[in-house]
């Protein structure tokens, strides 16, 4: 058996000291001292294997911050780990206990094709950090080849509109990661996020919008529609690639900030379609009469197709396991919701006869979460204002 973990981290805003990253958003010295140390001790508390991280300006912020967990972990290792000539040394618990430091670890990262570097106007990518190494190049997904264009049609049939997708507002990362005998692909994203998008006008100084005192909903709720509509056209790009990767026959975890919840039509993009109980009570596509309907032949065919290409979430497999539900990653305006996922590929699906493995457990680092609701706020600014995730997996097959 192959155990390992698999993480997702949205850091928040890690770059380097006294560096505008957004318009008048910097961190002192001191601030980016904290961020660090912060940052730091939830690597080492998280421990993972692999971690997929999310706003990260800069590599050198992200490659300091993971030396600094290695040195915390060594340290922490030489204090309760015996050494040899102790006769307990090898007693299973210290296995547990001990941290495992990245330094042969491999890092990739995405910077984000949108970043100009010009201070103020920063734009964040992700990375992925693997104990186990890649198997070939990291691919960065972002520009792409071919726009992608949505049509849109009237009801009766005319067509009325497109919507075109040239760049991704975030890169999406993949690498392929070697894991006991199995090689799995993996994916990182940073989905568009809910913040309205609005149009400056030409010569305006800004978008009419965002003057509050001047509070416009039915403007602002159109930026909400261009949000959504940007998220799940990044959410189909997402869902395109990992199909790519089930159709090679490649196991697949997506993990990231998907800036939706589980249910949200983004996430179901992503995840795929739930298939129906039964296709054979269905008309078929090209019914010629009301008894025409799908075969029992045919509806096993159709639920085989959905369910090859869907993905699972680690943490609605684990609230099943553990019949609670206790997850949140993200909180704001008193309203606490899981925004971060990992989703598994069926190999991973303990139903599936056919799996790799299994998930045994699903942690959640979440104690830091705060929002303006409560007195504590502030400190989001240097905290990240998202929970950890992690899945622990085991690779291998046991009989019931």
């Known amino acids: 058996m192959t155990r390992f973990t698999i993480a997702s981290f949205n850091v928040k805003n890690l770059i380097g000291a006294d560096k505008e990253y957004y318009r008048f958003q910097t961190y002192t010295p001191e601030e980016y001292a904290w961020k660090l140390d912060w940052v730091?001790?939830?690597?080492l508390t998280m421990d993972a294997d692999i971690v997929g991280f999310q706003e990260v300006f800069e590599e050198d912020a992200l490659r300091e911050v993971i030396e600094e967990a290695d040195i915390r972990g060594e340290a922490y290792n030489a204090a309760v780990i015996p050494d040899a000539s102790k006769r307990y040394h090898k007693k299973a618990v210290f296995r547990k206990l001990g941290y495992t430091p990245y330094r042969d670890a491999a890092l990739a990262f995405a910077p984000n094709a949108n970043d100009t570097g010009q201070p103020g106007e920063r734009r964040p990518g992700v990375a992925i950090l693997s104990?186990?190494?890649f198997v070939g190049a990291p691919e960065i997904i972002q520009d792409l080849d071919?726009?992608?264009?949505?049509?849109f049609?009237?009801?009766t049939g005319e067509d009325c509109s497109h919507y075109t997708l040239s760049r991704l507002s975030r890169p999406i990362l993949k690498v392929r990661v070697p894991v006991g005998s199995d090689v799995i692909s993996v994916f990182c994203c940073h989905l568009k996020s809910k913040l309205g998008e609005y149009h400056k006008p030409p010569g305006a100084p800004f978008a009419p919008e965002a003057d509050l005192t001047r509070y416009d909903p039915v403007g602002r709720a159109m930026g909400s529609l261009r949000s959504g509509v940007w998220r799940m056209a990044e959410a189909w790009v997402?869902?395109?690639a990992i199909v790519a990767e089930l159709d090679k026959g490649r196991p697949v975890i997506a993990l990231g900030d998907f800036n939706d919840g589980e249910h949200s039509v983004s996430s179901e993009i992503v995840a795929g379609e739930l298939p129906f109980i039964n296709y054979a009570w269905m008309l078929r596509h090209n019914a010629r009469d009301a008894d025409d309907r799908y075969s029992r032949?045919?509806?096993?065919l159709i639920t085989d197709s959905v369910e090859r290409v869907r993905l699972h979430s680690?943490?609605?497999?684990?609230?099943?396991?553990?019949?609670?539900?206790m997850v949140y990653t993200a909180a704001f305006g008193g309203i606490y919701e899981s925004v971060d996922q990992i989703f598994l590929s069926r190999h991973f699906h303990p139903d599936y006869k056919k799996r790799i493995g299994r998930m045994d457990y699903f942690s959640t680092f979440n104690d830091h979460i705060t929002d303006g609701s409560h007195p504590e706020a502030p400190y989001n600014k240097l905290a990240s204002d998202h929970g950890q995730i992690m899945a622990h997996i085991r690779l291998g097959v046991e009989e019931e």
């Open 153 to 155: 049609r009237e009801l």
């Open 40 to 43: 730091a001790d939830q690597i």
């Open 131 to 133: 104990r186990h190494g």
């Open 297 to 300: 032949e045919e509806a096993k």
């Open 314 to 325: 680690a943490e609605k497999l684990f609230v099943r396991k553990s019949q609670r539900d």
């Open 146 to 151: 071919e726009p992608l264009t949505i049509p």
């Open 238 to 240: 997402l869902r395109r």
